[in-house]
Structure formats: structure tokens, C-alpha cells
């Protein structure tokens, strides 16, 4: 019997998995895909803080974005002041590659096209069965499966608290951007928002162009990119986009007998944005610690692996909550109330705070400041009275 099953190879997958083989467990993951990182459905922006979970190589950076504007419904363009946070786009596909590269150095088993079917756990271990009915056993398990919550259905870990869908792309663009651009109203992605954010791959000027929505993703994309402000810098052919539900909010559970659950797989993504990586990288640290403690011990059981759910909440917790808070809070909004908001965030003195205080990976102290501002929290007030 080996020690740990992992169930997804995606960056919380991955990780966990390396973190435990480093120290000393016999691991496997098992991919439902042949191969890493495909379909690749994240736009791969992350902050240099990444680094301190897992280097990474400047060779996976395809750009440095500096700048950000934020267009109102009503199409004005607001700069956004950076707190000089260094941000880079990674190319997501290549990033999975290198974490799995350094988690079979460290000696785990990785086998793709291994869709799992079927997890189940008592006293003597997990069995994870596959598609073809073949089944696999070992001590623990790892559920890292992304969106597809059909396993944690199974095991009664409930599902995440909200959802949206969202659509995106990677496209040619007649030159090179230098600028974030966050476009936001209803006629772009009701309660959510649509990006572009630009690219060089291989020499060549790209953009990766995606929103998050509550309806018809791909509708509402394929409208925003007939924009002729857009349109006019597109390629001729933009493909078909990649689409996905998008969780915005944990799991009922995430621990259960002999089995934690980590990344979006437990709902573990920024509500604010939808970010899932630095989460998912922070679970799998966390999950690989409290698991190595329990199989030293051979206390798996479900009070045993509690830790891990009180340990990551302790972290993202705050956070998580905040964030939560203002994302519903976005959803009541009309156009009219979040242009408001945005003036008001414009204005020098909120300004001086982004620059003080904004950090990409942490939004709670921010926020706070924020909705404490008079031209914030006069509409705040009326948006909670409706």
C-alpha cells in the first residue's frame, strides 16, 4: 500500500505532492488529462510572493504588467495606483510542467490519463478506483480535481458557496500593451468583470482576454470582444474560448477520513477575482504539513485531519471573509452605484492608500480601509438596505 494517492495534478496537486515526497512518502497522482497543464484555463497572473512557496523561472514569465485601468460601465478609463508589488504573467501550462518535473525529481509517480472515478476510505486505508474499474489503495489521499466536485459529492463534503462562469482566451493583437484593463458593467459580465492583459510569447504580441459572469460566458465574451476598441487590436482569428465554472468560495468541508481536500477542489480561490494559484499552493502547504504529521502518527481519521481545515482557515480565513462580503455586495450594485464607487476610489486620498496598502495576494486590510471611505460607504449602506 503506498502512502498517498493525490487526485488531480494541477498546482495544488503538484505541490502537496512534493511536499510530501520530500519527506520521505510514497506518492502517486493520478490525471484525468494526458497531459499537464491542458486545458489551460487561467490567465497565470501572480505576484513575486509565489516564489517563496515555489521559485519561479524567469523563462515562464511572458510579461511584467505595470500599469492597471479600470473602465466604469459607462466606459471612462481610471488608473489604478500599484503599491510597487511586483506582478507577473506566467505561463500557466509551463508552470504546471515545472512542478511536476520537480515532484517526480523528488520521487513521486505521476500518471496521466487516469480519470478517478470512485473514493472511498474506512480504518484500514483510501481506495480510489478509476474509470476502467481498476482500483488503487493507499493510506491517504489528496483530492486536488479542480472544478469537478463529483468526489466530494461522494465523500459529503458539500459544495462551494458560490459560482460564476467564465470564459477566456489567448489571441494575436496587432502590438504589444503595457496595461492591465478591468472592464465592468452589466453589459459586459453581470456580476463580474471582464480583463485583457497583455502578453509576449515567443517574440510575438498576444493578449489573454477572459470574464467571469453569472449566465453565458462565451456570449458575453464573444460581445466583448467585438468591441471595436478591442476588435481593432484582435487578430483574425480568435478561436473558441476556454471555458469553466469558476468557485468563489469553500467547501462545506474539506477534511474528512483519511482524505483533505486543497486548491479549487475545496473552493479555495479569491472571491474578489477568481485567482486561484498562491491559494492553492498555501492549501497544499498546509495539507502536505498537517498529512505528514498524521501518517507519522497513523492517525488519519477524520478528527485527526481536522487540523488542516482549522490551520488553513486560520490563514485565509480572514481573508476569505472580507472578500466574500464584497463580492456579494458587488453583485447588488447598478451601474450607476458602481460608478460611484470607482469615482470615489479615484480620489487622491483612496489612491494614497492602494499605494500604501494594496498587496495582491492579501485584499482584507484594503478592503476595510475602502469601505470606510464617506463616498464608499454612503452607497455600501444603501446597497444593504435593498
Given at each position: 500500500?503506498?502512502?498517498?494517492?493525490?487526485?488531480?495534478?494541477?498546482?495544488?496537486?503538484?505541490?502537496?505532492?512534493?511536499?510530501?515526497?520530500?519527506?520521505?512518502?510514497?506518492?502517486?497522482?493520478?490525471?484525468?488529462?494526458?497531459?499537464?497543464?491542458?486545458?489551460?484555463h487561467c490567465t497565470g497572473v501572480v505576484s513575486d510572493e509565489l516564489s517563496s512557496l515555489f521559485k519561479i523561472p524567469e523563462s515562464l514569465v511572458l510579461s511584467r504588467p505595470t500599469l492597471c485601468s479600470v473602465f466604469t460601465p459607462s466606459g471612462r478609463a481610471l488608473p489604478v495606483s500599484s503599491s510597487g508589488e511586483a506582478i507577473a504573467v506566467i505561463d500557466r501550462a509551463q508552470f504546471d510542467l515545472e512542478l511536476g518535473s520537480a515532484?517526480?525529481?523528488?520521487?513521486?509517480?505521476?500518471?496521466?490519463?487516469?480519470?478517478?472515478?470512485?473514493?472511498?476510505?474506512?480504518?484500514?486505508?483510501?481506495?480510489?478506483?478509476?474509470?476502467?474499474?481498476v482500483g488503487l489503495a493507499a493510506r491517504a489521499c489528496v483530492l486536488a480535481a479542480g472544478v469537478n466536485y463529483r468526489l466530494q459529492r461522494q465523500l459529503g463534503l458539500g459544495l462551494p458557496?458560490?459560482?460564476?462562469?467564465?470564459?477566456?482566451?489567448?489571441?494575436?493583437?496587432?502590438?504589444?500593451?503595457?496595461?492591465?484593463?478591468?472592464?465592468?458593467?452589466?453589459a459586459v459580465a453581470p456580476d463580474g468583470f471582464a480583463w485583457t492583459v497583455p502578453v509576449l510569447r515567443e517574440g510575438r504580441p498576444r493578449m489573454k482576454l477572459g470574464l467571469m459572469?453569472?449566465?453565458d460566458a462565451a456570449g458575453y465574451l464573444q460581445r466583448f470582444l467585438r468591441r471595436p476598441a478591442l476588435s481593432s487590436r484582435l487578430g483574425p482569428d480568435a478561436g473558441a474560448p476556454i471555458r469553466?465554472?469558476?468557485?468563489?468560495?469553500?467547501?462545506?468541508?474539506?477534511?474528512?477520513?483519511?482524505?483533505?481536500v486543497v486548491g479549487d477542489a475545496a473552493g479555495l480561490t479569491k472571491p474578489t477575482t477568481g485567482g486561484g494559484i498562491f491559494y492553492s499552493l498555501v492549501s497544499a502547504a498546509v495539507a502536505a504539513e498537517v498529512l505528514?504529521?498524521?501518517?507519522?502518527?497513523?492517525?488519519?481519521?477524520?478528527?485527526?485531519?481536522?487540523?488542516?481545515?482549522?490551520?488553513?482557515?486560520?490563514r485565509l480565513g480572514p481573508h476569505l471573509r472580507i472578500s466574500t462580503y464584497v463580492r456579494r455586495l458587488f453583485m447588488k450594485l447598478t451601474d450607476a452605484e458602481i460608478e460611484t464607487v470607482l469615482d470615489a476610489i479615484a480620489?487622491?486620498?483612496?489612491?494614497?492608500?492602494?499605494?500604501?496598502?494594496?498587496?495582491?495576494?492579501?485584499h482584507g486590510p484594503l478592503i476595510r480601509s475602502i469601505l470606510r471611505e464617506p463616498g464608499v460607504k454612503s452607497v455600501v449602506l444603501r446597497a444593504l438596505l435593498r
Open positions: 500500500m503506498i502512502d498517498v494517492i493525490v487526485v488531480g495534478a494541477g498546482p495544488a496537486g503538484l505541490y502537496s505532492a512534493l511536499l510530501l515526497a520530500e519527506e520521505g512518502f510514497d506518492v502517486t497522482v493520478l490525471e484525468e488529462h494526458d497531459a499537464l497543464g491542458v486545458p489551460t515532484a517526480q525529481r523528488a520521487g513521486v509517480e505521476l500518471r496521466t490519463g487516469s480519470r478517478v472515478h470512485h473514493i472511498s476510505a474506512d480504518r484500514r486505508g483510501v481506495r480510489v478506483v478509476g474509470a476502467d474499474g458557496s458560490l459560482f460564476l462562469h467564465s470564459a477566456q482566451l489567448e489571441v494575436d493583437v496587432s502590438e504589444a500593451g503595457g496595461a492591465v484593463e478591468i472592464h465592468l458593467g452589466a459572469v453569472r449566465g469553466r465554472l469558476l468557485p468563489l468560495g469553500p467547501i462545506a468541508k474539506t477534511y474528512a477520513e483519511r482524505v483533505l505528514a504529521a498524521a501518517l507519522g502518527r497513523d492517525r488519519l481519521g477524520d478528527e485527526d485531519l481536522r487540523a488542516y481545515e482549522t490551520r488553513w482557515r486560520a480620489a487622491d486620498d483612496v489612491q494614497g492608500l492602494l499605494r500604501r496598502g494594496a498587496h495582491f495576494n492579501w
